[in-house]
């Protein structure tokens, strides 16, 4: 009779743990779950009620506001795993929980910075191309890079020796590829894969031209575009709807009367073209659209406000 008792002291002690954990999970539950997040993009978690809170974040995401109430707004800073955990304060007990938000990349594209071109005076080489991965919102993402082809005369190298062809990957926010010889009309096509896996998330053909005359003894011609702007701007610029695919507009905010040149400028080759002639225009704030059809695409410029020779603001805009 006394084992009998026992058993089921042992069972009703059992089902009341099991009881008490129901409990505690009841207490703490963040919702919504399984939120995916793309680099930029902002989202609100909620926990379960209770009298105070207490959030933490570990991973590539920001806090907006405040980490002691019941919701808690992120944003995402970076590709990964963002793990949020709240402790719920209720009726003298305190109760934890966790979520996982993964963040990933957003519309990377592959932007052409220095285009590879051939020298007839270079003694059979083309310049490095220098290439760099960015997301829907403009910023550089580290990537695993490759390039094709690969091998017999066409061989390639990345960062490395001319004689030696890349035969692996590269991790970086940017990319230096050199092919060689035969030169002619050659299609090198640059990717960027997910850091670690297969998943390739943008291509980018590139052809080699003739590189551009340039100065006396510049072998390929290459421009080094420099744009001061003068140290009290009296013109604030900003690229709206700057992601792929978007009509994309420019907003001069001045604060005096002007006369004002838009341009958008290549930042390598110095090409320019003119967004914008503002004549006598009295201080306020206005929008223009970038003709994006006289660009080249998936290139970088600077759109600059110019008043003769000077500079008076600029701002990033990338075409793709």
Not at 175 to 188: A, D
Not at 263 to 268: C, F, G, L, N, P
């Amino acid at each position: 009779m006394k084992k009998i008792l026992f058993s089921k002291l042992i069972l009703l002690s059992i089902l009341f743990s099991l009881v008490s954990m129901a409990s505690i999970n009841a207490q703490c539950s963040i919702s919504p779950g399984n939120v995916t997040l793309d680099v930029g993009e902002t989202t609100t978690l909620t926990a379960a009620s209770g009298q105070s809170y207490y959030w933490t974040v570990s991973g590539p995401a920001t806090i907006n506001g405040s980490n002691t109430g019941q919701s808690i707004s992120i944003t995402a800073t970076g590709t990964g795993n963002i793990q949020v955990c709240v402790t719920v304060f209720d009726g003298g007990n305190c109760y934890d929980c966790c979520t996982t938000v993964k963040c990933n990349p957003c519309g990377i594209t592959i932007i052409e910075l220095v285009p590879m071109c051939w020298s007839p005076t270079a003694n059979c080489y083309v310049r490095r191309g220098d290439f760099t991965a960015r997301d829907c919102h403009g910023n550089p993402v580290a990537v695993d890079w490759d390039v094709s082809p690969k091998g017999g005369p066409n061989a390639l190298c990345m960062n490395l020796g001319c004689n030696t062809p890349f035969i692996q990957r590269k991790y970086s926010t940017t990319v230096e590829p050199v092919p060689m010889c035969p030169w002619t009309n050659l299609n090198v096509t640059i990717y960027a894969y997910e850091h670690g896996t297969n998943n390739l998330l943008a291509t980018y053909v590139a052809t080699i031209e003739t590189c551009p005359s340039g100065p006396k003894g510049s072998v390929f011609g290459l421009k080094t575009q420099t744009i001061e702007t003068n140290s009290d701007p009296t013109v604030d610029l900003e690229v709206l709807n700057n992601r792929p695919g978007a009509t994309k507009s420019v907003k001069v905010k001045t604060t005096e009367q002007m006369n004002l040149t838009i341009s958008a400028v290549h930042i390598t080759t110095g090409e320019e073209v003119v967004i914008s002639h503002m004549k006598d225009q009295e201080a306020g704030t206005y929008s223009m659209e970038v003709p994006t059809d006289k660009l080249r695409e998936q290139a970088m410029y600077l759109i600059v406000a110019r008043s003769g020779n000077k500079i008076l603001g600029k701002a990033k805009l990338l075409n793709f």
